[in-house]
């Protein structure tokens, strides 16, 4: 707060300490707060290793949270991402993780900035995520900007003299965001019941100030897939609801050939062993008896396992896990290319008959073929 408050520039950006930045990643941020003023903005967030300091590329994710007030990562609806241009859209999220994101510098005063009665750590990015929609701004992450973060094992300092500032901060949030729903919250931290929490009057009258819509149209508009404690199977940590498990539609079928070797994507064995990598044989020698590219974006082997890239970006083939992000992949009738959305990339024979992700051309060597619709 006192960084904000010394700030000149029109735009503040919050980035925590230990980030490291990828070449044009702040013009995509400036250009939407540009657009629209009350649009705060978050990048997305790729992983470096505390250990290696290894840099890894993070799926399109966005952000939740349970009745714990506790953030999480959680996939983007799948609605939301039909089209391939979809994916380089800016994407609305419910919150955000806190330590990285761009916004106005006047909308940031407008708004209350951050709740000063709060403790060190803890809450306070989901204070100020239901704060934006609530009461007229909107949240969102851009995929055409990229940063990364260094991810700890453990926090560096301590909150020894100040308590459990995750809860007292929690506790703010809910008597002041969460209007009847925060029940929910002190369902899960009963052990919360009656501890002080500070004064909130000053925040109560923001929100008054600034005529916010209420946590029920928080609910229904902007995280409708935010499950009730109550509600049937889940129990009271479910964050989101339970996608119905039906067969998906299949799309396309058959053999798939590579046009650059003429050659039939297979596994090494048997189509039902796990963690196989792929590759590619003659086609009338494949153990595979199919592949299938279905509704839900999963390329199966004989209906049985999913082929996944992870961060190696070695294609296998796995359980599938219906959750799309490692097992996602998008068929473009017209460049033939089969696109893998976590990692970006498309999948490509070698000269070793084996098969890698690269960057997206027009080689034959990324060209794929069913052999049967």
């Given amino acids: 707060m006192i960084g904000a408050k010394r700030a000149t520039g029109d735009v503040l950006v919050f980035l925590d300490s230990h980030c490291e930045v990828n070449k044009e990643w702040l013009p995509p ?23 290696t300091f290894e840099y890894q590329s993070s799926p399109l994710v966005r952000g939740g949270f349970n009745w714990g007030l506790h953030f999480s990562w959680e996939p983007v609806p799948k609605h939301l991402l039909i089209q391939p241009e979809d994916f380089v859209q800016p994407i609305r999220s419910p919150t955000m993780a806190g330590g990285l994101f761009a916004m106005d510098r006047n909308y940031f005063d407008q708004i209350g900035q951050y709740d000063a009665g709060m403790n060190i750590w803890g809450g306070e990015n989901l204070e100020i995520s239901f704060r934006i929609w609530m009461c007229g701004g909107t949240l969102e992450i851009i995929p055409c900007s990229r940063v990364g973060h260094l991810f700890r094992k453990w926090r560096p300092y301590g909150s020894d003299s100040q308590g459990d500032t995750m809860s007292y901060n929690s506790m703010r949030v809910a008597e002041v965001w969460l209007d009847g729903y925060k029940k929910y919250f002190y369902q899960i931290k009963k052990d919360l019941k009656g501890r002080p929490f500070g004064n909130v009057s000053s925040r109560l009258a923001l929100r008054k100030r600034l ?32 996608l119905v498990q039906k067969s998906p539609v299949i799309m396309r079928k058959g053999n798939l050939v590579n046009e650059g070797s003429s050659l039939c994507l297979d596994t090494p064995g048997r189509a039902s062993e796990k963690k196989a990598t792929v590759l590619l044989r003659n086609c009338h020698e494949t153990n595979a008896k199919f592949w299938s590219l279905n509704q839900d974006h999963e390329l199966k082997i004989d209906s049985l396992l999913c082929l996944e890239v992870t961060r190696n970006q070695v294609p296998k083939v796995m359980k599938c896990h219906g959750q799309g992000e490692t097992q996602e992949w998008r068929y473009n009738k017209k460049t033939l290319q089969l696109y893998h959305t976590a990692s970006g990339l498309c999948m490509t024979s070698t000269r070793t008959s084996s098969v890698k992700m690269d960057i997206c051309d027009d080689h034959p060597s990324q060209k794929w073929q069913f052999t049967y619709d």
Avoid: H
């Avoid at 941020?29 to 250990?51: A, G, H």
């Fill in 29 to 51: 941020l400036l250009e939407r707060i540009k657009e629209n003023p009350t649009t705060v903005v978050c990048p997305v967030i790729d992983i470096i290793s505390s250990d």
């Fill in 211 to 242: 005529n916010c819509k209420s946590f029920k149209w928080y609910v229904e508009n902007v995280y409708p897939e935010l499950r009730l404690p109550q509600e049937g199977g889940g129990g009271a940590g479910t964050m989101w609801q339970q």
